[in-house]
């Protein structure tokens, strides 16, 4: 089959969907397939000159973006002549709303490709800005309503989402559930883990791995760790790690002179994210809101006990106890009773890690990226 992505975020932009179509697309290359990545020419800080390039055996393409709004809508609209010319079978874009789902759906429509597109749980009451919120309504509600009419199936990541694809024009026969996956590195234990040695650490690891954002509560993990190291100093030391997507700055300024609260830059490298993982002992995730975060599944793989908000996708596939502790948003004395506990009782890490691990199994990319090639031979053969 001859593959399109098209997706607002791409390597080495540090993204959840990014990195989701990474995987998917590595995997269906390795299998046989012509696969093209078509994303905006930005890595989230500034333009990306090379427009082309060949990796991993994955073409890809890097668009003009002519205009960005916050962090995430990108306009780049040379994918539309782009995905015409490319006489593809399929071509699945990736999140709802966003002017590249509806040009790939006109381009599928108008080239006689199939269209499959992936929403990734976007629809969220967060706080957006006046021309954001302007966005929303009018794309929701026209542009994107027409092209899930035209779009042959459509990918929840959550069953949560169903609902909301429905309400916006999605026929219930074309959703199918389909979660993120988990890559099979973070299964393997890493032998001589430096992490900790190299960045001084002797405590137990309480661990924050995620965009610097309002959504994923990166300020609500700073208080909530101090809340922590108020009642026991010496607990544990706090991690926090990702890029910066707004408030980093205060969360900077809201760890200053805190020696148990380390912030960490930001890395692609998943061996050193996988030693990472494996030297925490606590992940934490104080969450706004979510879609269905790669982090959840990793840190399962990792073993880690979880603390999370139950947002969104996050309690369709994290259940208490079994798999940790789910916590209201904004709670931060239960979030960090939560954490003491974990950190008090050596034999309930044990058992949730034992858990965590075999329940994350079911989500290797490899299985996910079998199930998304059989969803595309079955709707060209129909």
């Known amino acids: ?38 994303a905006p020419d930005w890595d989230k800080y500034k333009r990306i000159e090379k427009r082309y390039e060949f990796s991993d055996g994955v073409h890809v393409h890097r668009c003009f973006h002519i205009a960005r709004i916050a962090n995430f809508a990108t306009v780049f609209p040379g994918v539309f002549p782009g995905l015409l010319k490319g006489k593809f079978d399929v071509i699945h874009s990736h999140v709802f709303g966003h002017i590249h789902f509806i040009l790939s759906a006109l381009a599928a429509k108008l080239s006689g490709a199939k269209h499959v597109h992936t929403t990734h749980c976007p629809w969220s009451d967060a706080p957006r800005s006046s021309l954001g919120n302007i966005g929303v309504l009018v794309s929701y509600n026209t542009f994107s309503r027409i092209a899930l009419k035209i779009t042959d199936k ?34 393997k234990r890493i032998k001589d ?39 026991y100093p010496d607990i544990a030391t706090f991690v926090i790690r990702g890029p910066d997507e707004g408030i980093l700055k205060d969360v900077k300024k809201m760890i200053s002179g805190e020696k148990k609260i380390v912030y960490l830059e930001p890395t692609r490298d998943r061996q050193e994210i996988a030693k990472m993982y494996q030297s925490a002992d606590v992940f934490v995730m104080p969450s706004y809101r979510e879609g269905l975060p790669l982090t959840l599944f990793e840190a399962m793989a990792s073993g ?9 996708g996050i309690p369709y596939e994290m259940k208490e106890p079994e798999n940790g502790f789910l916590v209201p948003y904004g709670d931060n004395e239960k979030f960090a009773d939560k954490i003491i506990k974990f950190l008090e009782n050596k034999k309930l890490r044990v058992k949730i890690r034992k858990n965590n691990i075999k329940k994350s199994q079911k989500y290797k990319w490899d299985s996910i990226a079998r199930k998304t090639e059989e969803l595309y031979k079955n709707i060209i053969k129909s």
């Open 1 to 38: 089959m001859k593959i399109a992505h098209v997706c607002s975020e791409y390597a080495p932009a540090v993204s959840g969907v990014g990195q989701v179509v990474e995987e998917l697309a590595r995997r269906q290359a390795k299998k046989g397939h012509e696969v093209h990545v078509f």
């Open 154 to 187: 459509i990918i929840a990541i959550t069953p949560w989402e169903k609902k909301f694809i429905k309400k916006y024009g999605g026929e219930d026969k074309k959703i199918v559930n389909l979660p993120n996956g988990v890559d099979n590195l973070f299964f």
């Open 193 to 231: 883990n430096d992490f900790k040695k190299k960045h001084k650490i002797k405590k137990p690891i309480v661990l924050f791995f995620g965009r610097i954002s309002f959504t994923k509560g990166a300020d609500k993990f700073v208080e909530i760790s101090k809340s922590v190291l108020k009642k």
């Open 304 to 312: 880690l006990p979880i603390i999370a908000t139950p947002v969104n």
